[in-house]
């Protein structure tokens, strides 16, 4: 019994012999305190020193395919609304409605299995590369010429050019098929349809104000506010799909991690990536709650008015 309890405190960093609220609260010291989520049992590391060097991994091609997506969703939604009822319009949105109606897992396959392993334009895995060669064609005042834009045989991590190119080559796919798919621009669509028909839009253009004020400081900025705290409660939901996104990618990180930790049952390192998802969750709504009145004035309660 002695040897089982002892595995038991192995595994999953409690001790079983102290009562559950005490051993709760001691698990929290360690972890808060101490940064002691315990050991993996498959890779016999700390659980925090393996999610610490995963962790920027995973928030580069999370929040840079988030940023892009988020950001051309915007100005696409606001096209959509400007050409509301036209051709463009039309075709816009039904092209959002395919890309949203397929699976994000099945286009990853197919774009890694096309792109990567059947044409090579990009890697087939990993977060960089150990040598990177990248060509560039040019004329140089004569016939067609191929050389060498980048050859480096032996790429060092670290601050240089031949390693930021690689690990952002790696990345390349999984975060361009994430934007791709990603593509919608309803949401904003309706919002800028539904504040195109309001009062204060009537009288800034009644003041005789420029399409382009009208557009940025008026309609932008209140159509933006029910996307804005969609976006930042959407970053957890964007680390969470990471898990499927980094093991079809081969991409080693947070996600990478997670999904091993459940196949081999390495609970030490299972519960350190759900309190890592339960923290990013957190901090997205705390953001967006002391950050809302800086788009919308009127949350701040202050007295100017939102027009």
């Known amino acids: ?42 890779y016999q590391e700390g659980v925090f020193s393996i999610l610490f060097k995963a962790m920027p991994w995973s928030i580069f091609i999370s929040l840079y395919g988030l940023a892009l997506g988020w950001t051309f969703n915007v100005f696409w939604g606001a096209m ?12 816009g949105t039904i092209f959002a409605m395919i890309g949203n109606s397929i699976p994000y ?11 990567a392993y059947q044409h090579g334009f990009f890697p087939q895995g990993g977060r960089y590369h150990e040598s990177l060669k990248l060509f560039y064609l040019g004329w140089d005042f004569g016939p067609l010429r191929i050389g060498w834009l980048i050859n480096e045989p032996d790429v060092t991590p670290g601050v240089n050019v031949p390693f930021m190119v ?5 990345a390349a796919l999984p975060i361009l098929t994430g934007f791709v798919l990603g593509i919608s621009g309803l949401g904003m669509r309706g919002n800028a349809v539904r504040i195109m028909e309001s009062d204060y839009i009537r009288v800034a253009r009644l003041r005789g104000l420029s399409q382009s004020r009208i557009a940025s400081r008026y309609l932008a900025r209140n ?15 964007i680390f ?27 609970y030490p390192l299972l519960m350190g ?16 709650e002391f950050t809302y009145g ?9 007295d100017s008015e939102a027009y």
């Open 1 to 42: 019994m002695g040897q089982i309890r002892r595995s038991v405190e192995q595994q999953v960093n409690i001790d079983p012999n102290k009562p559950v609220p005490v051993a709760y609260i001691d698990y929290l010291e360690k972890i808060l305190l101490h940064q002691d989520f315990g050991d993996s049992t498959q």
């Open 80 to 91: 959509l609304a400007y050409k509301e009822g036209k051709l463009f319009d039309k075709a």
């Open 105 to 115: 897992y099945v286009a990853a396959i197919i774009a890694l299995s096309v792109l």
């Open 166 to 170: 690689s690990a952002g080559w790696s």
């Open 223 to 237: 159509a933006i506010l029910p996307l804005y705290t969609g976006f930042m409660i959407g970053i957890a939901g």
């Open 240 to 266: 969470g799909s990471g898990i499927i996104t980094e093991r079809i990618f081969s991409y080693p990180a947070v996600g990478w991690y997670t999904f091993a930790a459940l196949e081999t049952r390495d």
């Open 273 to 288: 990536a759900f309190i890592f998802y339960t923290s990013i969750t957190l901090a997205g709504i705390v953001i967006a």
């Open 294 to 302: 800086l788009i919308d004035p009127r949350a701040g309660g202050g």
